[in-house]
């Protein structure tokens, strides 16, 4: 059984991810913004009213893990959002959102866990292959795409701070997933569901090791561009 660390976890992948860890045996504490209601029958444990972009509210959450005692195996942090915009009409208020929740969040969530990680912890932050610098073919969604090439690297950075101390860092891509996230993005893909890419996402922290740290996989395994 491993204790396990889930942000963003309301609604969508996260929420897959929390139910089959739970389901499979291990310890969650599933990190949520608003209420914890999703959790009420499903014995995961939570810690509601966490705003990732929020100083006060993401300490609040360190003192609660400090208060439970918890050594952390795997931190996992799902937290994002997209906005769409278009070249001629860039809302600047909107990509410092964007910037705010998909960048210095995984960074702020995961500084503040470091006192509660196991010694041979893994990290794992979702971020998303629009926000890959050697995939980019198509233009277009400015805010979403910088804001995941910065939680890229947030990502690769984190790998050469703290494989050094034993904590393996992997970036993950959950695959195009139907979620809310995605209700209004253009285009037209296969998408599958959350419960399949949360098992490809646990099935990639799974087999994170110290040797695979600081690569950036898709769910189903593929090795992506930076
Ligand atoms: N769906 C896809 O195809 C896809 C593809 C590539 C990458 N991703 C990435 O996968 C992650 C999960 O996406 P999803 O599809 O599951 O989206 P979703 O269903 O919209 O869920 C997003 C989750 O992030 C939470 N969140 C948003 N802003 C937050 C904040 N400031 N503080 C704390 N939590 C916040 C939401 O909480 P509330 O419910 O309270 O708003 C919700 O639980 C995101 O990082 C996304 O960029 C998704």
């Not at 996992?76 to 959102?97: Q, T």
């Not at 705010?100 to 794992?124: C, D």
């Not at 995941?148 to 195009?176: C, E, F, Q, W, Y």
Request: net charge neutral; with cysteine; charged share 20%.
């Amino acid at each position: 059984m491993k204790n396990i660390l889930v942000v963003g976890a309301d609604r969508g992948i996260a929420n897959a991810i929390c139910l089959q860890l739970q389901a499979r045996g291990d310890h969650v504490i599933a990190v949520c913004m608003g209420t914890t209601e999703p959790y009420t029958e499903g014995g995961v444990e939570t810690i509601g009213g966490i705003d990732v972009t929020d100083a006060k509210a993401v300490a609040r959450m360190a003192q609660e893990l400090g208060r439970r005692k918890t050594k952390l195996d795997w931190v996992l942090h799902v937290a994002g959002v997209l906005g769409l915009d278009e070249l001629g009409k860039i809302d600047y208020d909107d990509m410092r959102r964007q910037f705010e929740i998909n960048t210095l969040g995984p960074l702020r969530v995961i500084e503040a866990s470091m006192p509660y990680m196991a010694a041979n912890a893994k990290v794992g932050v979702v971020t998303s292959r629009v926000g890959s610098l050697g995939d980019n073919s198509s233009g277009q969604m400015y805010a979403y795409r910088v804001s995941k090439a910065g939680a890229n690297m947030v990502t690769l950075n984190l790998h050469h701070d703290l494989s050094k101390r034993g904590i393996a860092v992997v970036a993950l891509h959950p695959g195009m997933v139907a979620t809310d996230l995605t209700k209004d993005y253009p285009g037209n893909f296969n998408y599958i569901q959350p419960q399949d890419a949360a098992k490809g996402l646990i099935a990639r922290m799974d087999e994170l090791t110290l040797a695979t740290s600081g690569q950036f996989r898709h769910a189903n395994g593929d090795q992506l561009m930076w």
